[in-house]
């Protein structure tokens, strides 16, 4: 923990480097944030191969190698971002990484290239310290984790090249300032949704049958739908955003033929897509009885599933203590409303895994939104709170007195 608080300027320094490389995703260009990560954990003495299955989304695969006969520890957190949005609504650069007040300024500065930074630090401190490690320390920075995973966690999971025996998905796990840990995620499940009507000259409207209207229609009737498909200890229920994307209509006066749509729609365990897409095919089956005109079909266009990880599991159990060590409390444990990487972890690679465990706000740190910020403070405490449990994991099975 001394080690860290030594290494307290470079960890805000890295962070700042990395939050102004603008790793914006789409496009999704990771390849320079990726150089950076490369650079240091290989400064660090560790093994690092990289891992580009597409053009520009470069994964950086890094390994701390123990001595043998202990565990191997995984953490994983995301280089892209998402885009700033409207500059004009920022009141700093959002890549100029600026520090005010105890707060680090910018786009990916709490999700997550403040995460990175403090798992590096974490890992420069248990080097600089000599720990004897029987196990192994993992640390994949990976891409596209912000459109789904595809060339990112996903792919390596599905390629069979996340080996580790738990791991920590260092997504922002704070909540109005007190430090939680995410056992579980929401999955996704992306619906398109069509309607089709009969196009006809617009001067004549009674001849055709508006496409964007019966869309209009199905979508207020999903937004008045009452998901009830359970609860789950930890995480929101299920949601349902219909209409985050809509396109219909050619030419003012054609009565448009055709409107397709989009559901962001947010699962639970118990919960499936398929059980989603039924509850969206029961309103347009409702629909199309009250009025023959009306004519629409939905489909799953992507889906992850939600994941979590036992509480019970050693992972958790060290997390907490380490935390517990470091800011005085025991995390309570506490669901997000999002979705992220854990799930490719849990699922595709069978690692059992924290599903969000590091600095960013959930209240505060407007992830996504105009003045992303992360504490610096909590920069610092994950750095030594994950140097403990890499002590703890790698190290002999307890968290160290400090
Ligand atoms: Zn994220």
């Not at 999903?222 to 949601?239: E, I, K, M, V």
């Not at 897509?273 to 939905?298: T, Y």
């Not at 992972?315 to 380490?322: H, L, P, S």
Request: charged share 25%; with cysteine; hydrophobic share 40%.
């Amino acid at each position: 923990m001394d080690e860290v608080d030594r290494l307290r300027t470079g960890l805000v320094e890295f962070t700042r480097d990395l939050v102004r490389i603008p790793s914006v995703n789409p496009p999704g260009d990771v390849s320079e944030a990726a150089e950076v990560l490369r650079s240091k954990v290989e400064a660090l003495g560790m093994e690092a191969r990289l891992v580009e299955p597409r053009k520009g989304r470069v994964n950086v695969l890094g390994e701390l190698k123990g001595r043998g006969g202990g565990p191997t520890l995984l953490f994983n957190g995301h280089t892209d971002v998402v885009p700033e949005g409207d500059v004009a609504l920022w009141s700093v650069d959002p890549f100029s990484a600026d520090v005010k007040e105890g707060w680090l300024y910018g786009r990916g500065s709490s999700d997550m290239k403040g995460a990175l930074a403090s798992i590096v630090t974490a890992i420069e401190a248990v080097v600089n310290s000599d720990l004897e490690l029987e196990g192994s320390v993992a640390f994949h920075g990976v891409a596209d984790e912000e459109v789904g995973g595809r060339f990112g966690t996903r792919y390596l999971a599905r390629k069979g090249m996340i080996r580790a025996d738990m791991g920590v998905v260092a997504e922002g796990s704070v909540f109005d300032g007190v430090i939680a840990l995410r056992p579980s995620v929401r999955g996704v499940c992306w619906i398109r949704l069509q309607t089709m009507g009969k196009a006809a000259h617009a001067s004549h409207p009674a001849m055709g049958v508006n496409a964007v209207l019966s869309m209009s229609k199905l979508l207020l009737a999903l937004r008045d739908l009452r998901l009830d498909l359970g609860h789950h200890r930890y995480l929101p229920d299920p949601t349902l955003s219909p209409g985050t994307v809509i396109r219909g209509g050619v030419k003012t006066n054609i009565i448009p033929e055709l409107c397709t749509a989009e559901v962001d729609a947010r699962t639970i365990p118990g919960v499936s897509a398929q059980m989603i897409l039924r509850e969206v095919e029961g309103v347009i089956e409702r629909l199309g009885a009250e009025d023959p005109s009306f004519a629409a079909k939905a489909e799953i266009a992507a889906s992850s599933e939600p994941a979590e990880i036992s509480v019970d599991h050693q992972a958790v159990e060290v997390a907490r203590k380490a935390a517990e060590r470091v800011v005085g409390y025991e995390p309570p444990l506490r669901g997000g409303w999002g979705s992220n990487d854990s799930s490719y972890l849990i699922h595709d690679a069978g690692v059992p895994t924290i599903c969000g465990f590091g600095p960013g706000d959930h209240a505060l740190s407007n992830a996504h939104g105009a003045d992303e910020k992360v504490r610096v403070q909590e920069l610092v405490d994950f750095a030594k709170i994950y140097a403990l449990m890499i002590a703890a994991i790698c190290g002999g099975g307890s968290v160290p007195d400090c």
